[in-house]
């Protein structure tokens, strides 16, 4: 195979389409003819073919191009869109185009939102050149290395220069996909073809205009960046990944230096499997935002001593596919001071060692889960060390996220009872709860909530020795299908006053459920006190999933 940008002395000629002519014929070195200048009838035959063609060749441009002015005036006066608007609204209006959910900072680029530029550029010819002019729709730069796809990246490469070109001085996102795994065909490369290698050359080269950069390379392609290119680092997010299977956890191994030393770097950090921290040579300092993938506990208390500005980080799948390196006993307990928000998924390996050895003291939010279909008494034991956290932490949480493994009913009375700041309680119940089981830890956990629904304020209106003082919204997940509703209503007091002094300001609940149906069987009383509930200014909703997201849908009667 030979690669279409690489010229070759014993490559042979490409086949024309069937919709092209060539006329590289005409510039071949003809034979003398051994007859008589001007003598030869068949020369001057030739001659004046040759003749005809090029002057039928100029004609035929002068068609092209009369037809495209005629075309260009046809669509300007059948479309009032193209007729009158400014180029500069109809910029605006392609680049809306775009997804809704662009300019969020957890925004996933989609293959559509690629796509715009070429779409509303395919359009007429004068939506062309607005697009072109548009360096906006150009922001958004794809790279992808298929091994299945001998000139995948040679076809990309030969676009990726005007792209680049037209996105002008804009900040870019880059998003770099190779095909990395294991069974990959790495054969169908074409020998001698360095279309990757420029490819990534040709992105370095605006590295200083990088707002956001995605890399899911293999090993290799990141040790040629590393020894033959220094990026700039981007100013905004930042994901590293990989399909390759050759990294190992080896802390003792040199970090790969990407970057050139930046004098700032990004905000926000995503690392996945097999990645870990040590690969990279990072600046942690000015992270203050992480998601990372599959790390076993150790690595992720080495990044919370790393990243002293960290204020939202999130742990998913930990310990679930690598063997974690305990923390020696002897480490003292890592205190993370401005660390916010914190999500922790357990992978199937105990995660004891991280919470043993962190304190978190300005929490304000805590979203703990596991990874679905955890083992039961994996998911007990990733537990019992919660009340101790949260006692050490003494953090002023106000937003809590909880799986509710199958423990007993005075668990999450106690561990509910360490964090009287709560605002926002969201408990998902455990599929491998038994219904019976649940039932008495849901029916134990509303009889608690009812019997301290009213409190009496002491101390100068000190309410942190009472539980959950200030809990106005309360979210329950896989509860089953025979919620208890008639406890319901007492857990929002008995006379419901709203704004008294002395009463948990409980204005909202939720219940998850597929199909949300009229509550059924309930007594007239009950009824009659859920509906004066409501008119009364509580949300009682259920929250319906679907792929489009979630949606509340307020609970009726019969």
Known sequence: MTCPHRAQSDAMPAKMPANIIDLSQLDCTKPKCPFKEGTCEICQEVIKVENDIKETFERLKQLLRHQQDLKTRSNNTHSPIIRDLPAEILSKIFYSCFSEEITRDDWELAYEDVFVP??????????????????????FILIERLYSSATYVCKQYSMLERWIERSKYQPISVYIYEDAMDSANVGVV??????????????????????????????????????????????????????????RPNPNNHPLGLWEEPRFGPD????????????????????????????????????????????????????????????????????????????????????SSFFDNVTVPSLDEFNYSYVRGH????????????????????????????????????????????????IHLSMHFSTSFSGGDQMKVIDHFLEHLSSTAIFSIENGGDTSAHFLPRLETLELEKCGFNFPWS???????????????????????????????????????????????QEAGV????????????????????
């Not at 857990?491 to 149906?517: A, N, Y």
């Not at 259920?542 to 849908?553: E, M, N, P, T, W």
């Open 375 to 422: 083992n039961p008494a994996d998911m007990i034991a990733n537990s019992q060390f919660l009340p101790s956290f949260f006692s050490r932490s003494h953090f002023p949480l106000t937003r809590l996220s909880l799986v509710v493994p199958a423990l007993t009913t005075d668990y999450l009375v106690s561990l509910l009872n360490l964090v009287p700041s709560l």
């Open 539 to 558: 949300s009682l909703n259920y929250s319906v999933r679907s792929a489009d997201g979630r949606s509340l849908v307020p609970v009726t009667w019969t």
């Open 190 to 247: 074409p020998e001698g073809c360095d279309c990757w290698e420029t490819t990534l050359q040709l992105l370095a080269r605006c590295c200083d205009r990088w707002k956001n950069a995605t890399l899911h390379l293999s090993k290799g392609s990141f040790k040629y960046i590393a020894s033959s290119l220094k990026l700039k680092s981007p100013t905004k997010r930042l994901e590293l990944g990989s399909a390759d299977s050759s990294w």
């Open 268 to 351: 926000s950090i995503t690392i996945n499997r097999p990645v870990l921290m040590h690969h990279f040579s990072i600046d942690w300092k000015r992270v203050t935002k992480v998601d990372v993938q599959g790390w076993p506990p150790g690595e992720c208390i080495n990044l919370l001593k790393s990243a002293l500005r960290l204020v939202s980080c999130s742990f998913r799948e930990v310990g679930e596919y690598s063997r974690d390196s305990q923390p020696e006993q002897d480490w003292p307990v890592v205190c993370h001071a401005s660390l916010r928000s914190l999500s922790f998924q357990c992978g199937s390996k105990p995660v």
């Open 118 to 139: 070429l779409k509303v550029g395919a359009v007429c010819r004068t939506w062309r050149q607005v697009a072109w002019s548009s360096p906006e729709l150009w922001t």
């Open 487 to 533: 406890s319901l209503a007492d857990v929002f007091g008995d006379p419901f006053e709203p704004g008294r002094k002395g009463r948990r300001p409980l204005k909202s609940f939720v219940l998850g459920t597929r199909i949300p149906k009229p509550v059924i069987g309930l007594p007239e009383d009950v009824v009659q006190r859920l509906v004066g509930l």
